[in-house]
């Protein structure tokens, strides 16, 4: 028996900012591209919101922003309120006659209105004044893109056909956490979090692989706000078409040159003074919400080599050793021929998929993702039993969960206990509760909002 398995966290566009400071935050939005992207990954109603007083140049009482939505989606506002005042896209502010408003970021309005309605300085990237004699196509850039960025994955998965990747590259896997160096050994070695990396898709990878870049660009001596901003451009940049470089800092023009490195943006050569952005780097504001590579030579259902049957074999048509390793990371592998590799799925390569750190969610989303085209002509592309089946064999092993928590016991009165459990239970935050003995446990990001309400409740009751 052991423990459930800790899923690798991926966190998205929103996520990502409100990790950053307030002062890196307010300096993002000085740029336009940058409160579009923030706009465009709003919940419907938050845009909604912030396009009814865009152009209200004071605070909005609150009472008035609270009629505009009927009182049972008041939960979403509140989840909408706590959004936007963690992005510091709008903040509390006190108003005439003691009442509580709302003020949109001034910087914030001033630049998502430029990025919605033109005026202003220039925000995106500029194409060459010249024609470039050996322009790429996008077939070309895809090809490119999908080429540099294997490369990283068939160093992870120990393939004969790698090819060299950066130190910088090998830094990143290692600050990620991805692959680690044994002691006494030259080589890097997968880690659990790498397995997991592998089967995701290749927009969530790209996404979670730049999010640790970003961590280390200021030990790169690199500054966030541009990195950020350069990468906020780029997802607004038009594919197939190529883009100046002259107006680029040095701290850019090295930036770019790691985003070539990983398929981001194609560079024929450094004193071009061009570069083509990638599909890799289209959306990828989106972060891993969205598939910025579903439709890289084609669609899911187009590219998919994977045929899987209800006896658990599995056939990939594939010549590509990486394609190949990633099925072995979960399947026996029986027959490999040129273009074809058979294998089956059993309860001892599901079993040490698991022990490496895959989720079964994992495994079963990869072979539906990867389903061949053959398979969508009679839907389910997964037969039910094999889904099934994996995600049984993956419970074997989940026998606990642990969730940090905080004790409750030691009540005066089986009311109190009571009172305290229905209000955890509202908030959503009880773990666990017995009658025998007044116990309970909340969850550790409930501690205090329950603390707080039992102090209240303690206070009243004994007036």
Not at 16 to 21: F, G, H, M, P, V
Not at 149 to 168: A, N
Not at 345 to 352: H, K, P
Request: aromatic share 10%; glycine share 6%; proline share 3%.
């Amino acid at each position: 028996m052991s423990v459930q398995q800790r899923t690798l966290d991926c966190k998205d566009l929103h996520s990502y900012l409100k990790t950053l400071q307030a002062s890196v935050l307010d300096r993002l939005y000085n740029h336009p591209a940058t409160c579009l992207a923030v706009f465009r990954e709003l919940p419907e109603l938050s845009r909604i919101y912030i396009m009814r007083i865009l152009f209200v140049d004071q605070a909005v009482p609150k009472a008035i922003m609270g009629s505009w939505v009927s009182p049972n989606s008041a939960k979403e506002l509140e989840d909408i309120v706590k959004l936007l005042t963690e992005l510091r896209v709008w903040q509390e502010v006190d108003m005439q006659g003691g009442l509580k408003g709302w003020l949109l970021n001034p910087t914030f309005r001033k630049n998502l209105k430029g990025a919605l309605l033109g005026g202003g300085n220039e925000w995106s990237m500029k194409p060459p004044t010249d024609v470039d004699p050996k322009a790429r196509g996008i077939s070309v850039l895809d090809e490119y893109a999908m080429g540099r960025w294997e490369c990283v994955l068939h160093y992870m998965v120990g393939s004969q056909q790698q090819e060299v990747i950066s130190s910088d590259a090998l830094q990143i896997l290692q600050h990620a956490g991805l692959m680690k160096k044994e002691p006494g050994e030259n080589q890097l070695s997968i880690t659990k979090d790498g397995f997991q990396f592998l089967l995701m898709d290749t927009s969530a990878q790209v996404w979670y692989f730049l999010l640790q870049y970003l961590d280390t660009a200021t030990a790169r001596g690199l500054d966030l706000i541009d990195c950020l901003g350069f990468l906020f451009q780029l997802s607004f940049s038009t594919l197939g078409q190529d883009y100046s470089t002259d107006t680029m800092t040095e701290g850019l023009q090295k930036f770019l040159q790691h985003l070539r490195e990983f398929g981001l943006v194609y560079q024929r050569k450094r004193k071009d003074g061009r570069f083509y952005p990638t599909r890799l780097a289209l959306d990828i504001a989106s972060g891993p919400k969205k598939s910025m590579v579903n439709t890289l030579n084609a669609s899911s259902q187009t590219t998919g080599y994977i045929v899987v049957e209800t006896n658990y074999r599995v056939y990939a048509y594939t010549d590509s050793s990486l394609q190949v390793a990633l099925i072995a990371l979960f399947c026996e592998l029986i027959y490999r021929f040129p273009n074809l590799v058979v294998g089956i799925i059993t309860r001892e390569s599901v079993r040490q998929a698991l022990r490496s750190g895959i989720t079964a969610d994992q495994i079963v989303s990869f072979l539906r993702q990867h389903a061949h085209s053959e398979c969508y002509k009679e839907p389910p592309v997964l037969p039910s039993t094999i889904a099934d089946q994996i995600k049984l064999w993956a419970i074997e092993r989940d026998r606990f969960i642990y969730k940090d928590g905080v004790l409750y016991n030691q009540f005066d009165s089986q009311a109190d206990f009571e009172i305290l459990r229905n209000y955890a239970q509202e908030r959503g935050v009880l773990v666990w509760h017995t009658n025998n003995g007044r116990k309970m446990v909340v969850t550790k990001e409930g501690h205090d909002e329950v603390r707080k309400f039992w102090k209240r409740h303690s206070r009243n009751g004994s007036m």
